[in-house]
Each structure stands twice: as C-alpha cells, then as structure tokens.
C-alpha cells in the first residue's frame, strides 16, 4: 500500500481522541440526506479502528453523541440511534476478532432503551479483550462530566466521607467518566473546524491537537497515520522546557 507507513511503536500515542466532524457538510456537498452522511461516517470507523490496532494505539476515544446532539430534529436523532444499533451488532463480531474492547461513556441514561440493551450486550462481549479499548462517547458533555464529578465530591464531603482540603486533581480525575483511563496524548479534529466542542474538556489539558479538513466519511487509514506522524514530529514539554 502506497502513503504512510506503520509508525515506530516508540512514537505512537497511548491514547487517540477523535471529534468525528463533517458528516452533515459531506452529505450536502452531495446532495444526500444527512443520515446518509453518518452512515458513510460508519464505515470511517471501522478504518480508523483497523490503523489504530496497526498504530498500536492501546485507546481509541470516539466522539460519537454530543449532550448537545439532542437539540437536534427529532426524526435525526432518532437515526442516528437506530443507525448506532445496527453499527454495534455489525461490529461485534470484528472487536472480537480484533480484540478490541468496548466501554461506553457519558450520560448513558439519557439513552433509549434498545440502545443501552446493545450497548450493554456489546460491552460485556468484549469486556475480556486486551488489545486496545475503544472508548464511545455519547450523551456526552464535558461541563455536565465535571459538574457531575464535582458534586459527587461534595456530596461525600458533606456527608464527612472526605475532607475537602484533600481533594486534588488525582481525585477529581477519578470521579469522571474516564476514571482509569490515561489523558488522551493525540486529539485528532476532523474537517477543518478549531474548537473542542465541549469534549474532553479536562482530559485534553496537555494533548496535542491534529486538525484536518477531511470530513469524517472521507477520512482513512492514511489520514490517521498522518496524525500520528506530525505527533511523533512534536517535543511534548508539559509546561517545561
């Protein structure tokens, strides 16, 4: 295969964070209903999935359903839910062949009932897999993350289980949604847009960004090693020299 090469597995990032951008302006462009642009966005997926197993990559986090989503129209939202059924029945069999494990984060309980039933089913088909994990991020919303996590901590301060002058950033980190999982070190941005759009709002404090213009369907195997070289050509200095 011709473009980029397998990185060196000394320069590959731990953990990928992708905001899956540009379904809708792809579907425009061609004059397609929307749904059609998340469809295609599917099948980005599964190439994006098969590079960072490639990579190395040990986490792949995937911006799939924004709290925010939900202002959408309802017949949208509505497939999109049910085009997330269908792509985790599809997919089940592939995380287990390529030993990827799912784990689900967010406000699941704002989901629909049939999709936490296939979300559950999936996740716990491919708890024991140690390949790489990948992280779907639905009804998901950093604020209402660290809201949630900061008033769980004091609610048990409160309740006298903590004292607040102990509370630090190891602990806050282990109150939210990703807790025992490693900060992202590559955010990868799909078509061209520069914001962060409320993701990972915590996690990011120290990765590196990667923005592409590639729209999500459109993008592949190459556009993900390409990320992955331009991280491997940056000097991560955490607010050092």
């Known amino acids: 295969m011709t473009g980029q090469n397998v990185p060196d597995s000394q320069r590959v990032p731990r953990h990928v964070a992708i905001i899956m951008d540009g379904n809708g302006r792809w579907a425009a462009q061609r004059q397609l209903p929307r749904i059609e642009g998340h469809r295609r966005g599917t099948q980005a997926v599964e190439k994006t999935l098969e590079a960072a197993v490639e990579a190395g990559v040990e ?4 911006y799939a359903f924004s709290v925010e989503n939900w202002s959408r129209p309802g017949m949208e939202v509505q497939a999109l839910m049910m085009l997330l059924i269908e792509t985790l029945k599809h997919y089940e069999k592939k995380l ?30 491919t708890a024991g897999n140690t390949r790489m994990t990948l992280l779907l991020a639905l009804s998901y919303g950093s604020r209402v993350e660290l809201t949630e996590a900061i008033r769980d901590l004091a609610e048990r301060a409160r309740a006298g289980e903590l004292d607040p002058a102990s509370i630090d950033e190891k602990m806050i980190s282990g109150h939210l949604y990703t807790a025992g999982i490693p900060d992202p070190d590559l955010l990868i941005r799909t078509s061209g847009e520069m914001r962060l759009s409320n993701f990972l709002l915590w996690q990011l404090s120290y990765t590196e960004i990667y923005v592409t213009p590639v729209f999500w369907p459109d993008f592949g195997r190459e556009d993900f090693f390409k990320a992955v070289a331009e991280y491997s050509n940056r000097h991560r200095r955490f607010g050092g020299v």
């Open 59 to 62: 986490y792949l986090t995937l």
């Open 96 to 125: 287990m062949e390529q030993q990827i494990r799912l784990r689900a984060i967010g406000r699941l309980q704002d989901l629909p009932e049939d999709v936490l039933r296939q979300l559950k089913k999936t996740e716990e088909a």
